[in-house]
Every structure is written in C-alpha cells, then in structure tokens.
C-alpha cells in the first residue's frame, strides 16, 4: 500500500496533534452547554471514513458525550462524488435538542455533507456544527461553515487515516497523495 502513495500530507504525529487541539476546543466551547443542558455532545460519525477521526477526537473531548453513526454514500468506487447521495444507515440516537457534532472526514465537493446537515436540522437539534479532518481547497465546493477543521488540503485524491479509494488504504496511519496511476 504504501507505494502506492506519492507524498505524505500529513504524519501519524501530526494528525494526532491536531485531533488533540479539536478535542480541545470542543470541550472548552461545550463545556457551559453540556453543564447547563445537563447531557453529553452527540458525536455523528459519518460511516466509513470518518470513523477512526471521531474515535481519536471522542478521546480527546473531556466532556459526557455519546457517540452514534450514519452512513451516506456519495461516491461508490469512484474518484469524484456521483452527485447522488442516499442514507444507507440513519443515528439510532434521538438527537431533538441535542448539541450535534458531525465528524467528518473530508469535505471535498460538499454535496454529502449539505445533505447530512438540512437532514439532521429538520430533527431539531439545540445545534449543529462540523468538525471536518480535512477540507480540500477547490473552487467548486459547496459553502458549509466548519466550525473545527483539521487541515487545508490540495485537491487532490488523498487517502489513509479512513480515507479509501476503492475501500483501501483506509488503515494508512498517515494522510497521502494517491498515485494517479493508481486511480
């Protein structure tokens, strides 16, 4: 796997780093909320890629919260989104007046996650913000307000730490520049 990678973005360290100072944040901006609400954050994972972020950022966070999972494709097996995006597993948590935090693993073309927040903002939610690992840096992005952002990133097809082509690479514990000859 790994000579299938052209450059490492970012290090198994880096990321670890960062995913710290997210935690970090989070607990210091929900901390009043989660005292006065008397509950935890809900952490929403979108399935895959993001599971391994929000397991490393939920370690992180010093706060009750309770963690749950949605699966929405977008992709398939290609390197660019279909544009069509269905919720292939929905939260199994009742999340109206909730603190909702969406873990995600890349914002790229955004369609998946535009879809995600007005789904989960029509369950009435006490809010909703983003924690995105990465966000790619291209013009046809969709305008979504992070509110946490690991890295900026070149829009190119990169993998590992969750991220896949095809369903591999995701247990690189780095982040990579694919091979174009690879995809």
Known sequence: MHEDIQEVLFSEEEIALRVAQIGAQITKDYAAAVERDGQGIVLVSVLRGAAIFMAD??????????????????????AKSSGVVRILKDLSS????????????????????????KNLASRNPASIEV??????????QAKIDCKYIGFECPDQFIVG???????????????????????
């Open 161 to 183: 730490y969750g991220l896949d082509f095809a369903e591999r690479y995701r247990n690189l514990p780095y982040i990579g520049v694919l091979k174009p000859e690879v995809y």
């Open 131 to 140: 924690a995105t690992l990465l966000r790619k840096k291209t013009l046809e």
């Open 94 to 117: 009742e999340v109206e007046g909730r603190h909702i935090i969406v873990a995600e693993d890349i914002l790229d073309s955004g369609l998946t996650l535009t879809y995600l927040l």
């Open 57 to 78: 950022l939920a370690r992180t966070i010093e706060l009750p919260l309770e963690m749950d999972y949605m699966a929405i494709s977008s992709y398939g097996n290609g």
